[in-house]
């Protein structure tokens, strides 16, 4: 099995930081594209930013110029850096990843963390 867990959410004032991280464990032989997703009450679930094993990051236009994704393959580790934050940056945020566990398996698998609050107060 696989488990990915989050850390690094809380409370900030809009205008301030926080770094999100995101560890996955257990039986993986390779980890694709990782990512953060976010929802906030009453919304669904969206993306927020998306790494390649190659390091090519897809940002959403929200979060573009102020968050930053990266990732540490050996540490099997994902990132999120977010800058500038504002109060509709609010939510829930998931991390992400295509995972395959053996070399027998070719396509990968999504995980997701159990989530991690991050609330932006004005």
């Known amino acids: 099995q696989v488990q990915l867990v989050e850390f690094g959410g809380g409370l900030v004032q809009a205008g301030g930081s926080l770094r999100l991280s995101c560890a996955a464990s257990?039986?993986?032989?390779?980890?694709?594209?990782m990512g953060w997703y976010r929802q906030a009450p009453g919304k669904q679930r969206e993306l927020v930013a998306t790494i390649t094993s190659g390091g090519r990051t897809n940002y959403a236009d929200s979060v573009k110029g102020r968050f930053t994704i990266s990732r540490d393959n050996a540490k099997k580790m994902v990132y999120l850096q977010m800058n500038g934050l504002k109060p509709e940056d609010t939510a829930v945020y998931y991390c992400?990843?295509?995972?395959?566990?053996?070399?027998?398996?070719?396509?990968?698998?999504?995980?997701w963390g159990q989530g991690t609050q991050v609330t932006v107060s004005p």
């Open positions: 257990g039986i993986i032989f390779s980890i694709n594209d």
């Open positions: 992400n990843a295509e995972v395959r566990p053996t070399i027998l398996v070719t396509s990968p698998t999504p995980y």
